[in-house]
């Protein structure tokens, strides 16, 4: 099987590149003259970097697709303060010669255990009805295996094999300090809702190679989605409370805060307000912790301008060569 010699994370200005990644993204634009060019992003399994193809790029668009293995030749180039890759020249790699897990940004921990310490917190609800809820899903294999593999969203926070069920952790274990610090919570509702807020998004996206939306991902969502498979379950559970199932189902409407940001409902319940805030909190804690480890300019304590955050991120003093340490701004 042909091997990988540098990665993504690896990068420096000035590289020569001649390695292999998937064409993770792929879109033919024109200049301000009217030639074409390829924007491409570049991806293995520790991140991805951007990449053109000024020359022939009608030709090249032609070669390859979305999706598809690639040996890219180039250079890396700095550009408003991010590494891009100019390519020179490119060949399709077949599936059947590389390893495709070499390619997948996956989470750090073990799926696995991820997926044990899920099921703790699935035992840890003492309600009836609802750790008949949870265990009817994640007792399911197929549910199972797809929360473990799904990533959290397509373009902002945990974007990753994995990324899903680490996220999911993550807004369970602030859940659960909230239920410590905060009087008159109904804790088994909070926990439950947390641990299913985003259950739509193992449907909403797909993930066998480039992490896309799926067609009813596009078209209907992962709320939605998400609302319809509890519905579905709770319907097979003899004598479902309706209360807690509406208080429930709000949750999971309500859990993206405002309409603007896709929510049908904005929360109206202590446990919908909580679950959402550690949702969003951890969601952008993880898209600030990525891009920092993004490459970029080694010489700056800032990351480039985050389109989806609108913002520069600090990054933090940079130790000098003598071992020192200086403070830097922009």
Known sequence: MAAKAIYVK???????????????????????????????????????????IWDNALAWDKVFKKGDVL????????????????????QKVSDSEVDIALFLPAAKRDRAEMFTELLGYCEQVKTPCLTALLRSFFHDEKIAALFQRAPAAKGFHHIY???????????????????????????DLLI???????????????????????????????????????????????????QTAMELRHI?????GELGFGSPKRPK???ALIVHFMDDMDAKVNAFQEYIRQPGDQESAWTPYHRL??????????ATEDGGVREEGV
Not at 18 to 25: C, M, S
Not at 42 to 48: I, K, V
Not at 164 to 187: C, D, Q, R
Request: glycine share 10%; proline share 3%.
């Open 269 to 271: 319940t202590l446990e």
């Open 10 to 52: 690896d990068i420096n200005t000035g590289d020569r590149i001649d390695d292999l990644f998937i064409a993770a993204e792929k879109t033919l634009a024109y200049s301000q003259k009217g030639s074409p060019y390829l924007n491409l992003r570049l991806q293995d399994r520790t991140g991805e970097v951007d990449a053109k």
């Open 252 to 256: 999971i409407l309500s859990h993206h």
């Open 309 to 318: 955050l609108e913002r520069y991120i600090y990054k933090g003093a940079k």
């Open 192 to 242: 439950t809702g947390g641990i299913l807020h985003d259950i739509g998004k193992i449907y909403e996206l797909s993930y066998e190679r480039v992490v896309e939306y799926s067609d009813p991902g596009r078209l209907i969502g992962h709320i939605v989605m998400g609302l319809e498979m509890i519905d579905e379950r709770i319907a097979a559970i003899p004598d479902f409370p309706k």
């Open 161 to 187: 094999i994995g990324g899903l069920i680490e996220h999911t952790l993550s807004v369970v274990g602030l859940l659960k300090k909230a239920a410590e610090h905060y009087e008159n919570l109904n804790e």
């Open 71 to 90: 040996r890219v030749q180039g250079r890396a180039l700095s550009f408003k303060n991010a590494v891009q890759v100019s390519v020179s020249g490119l």
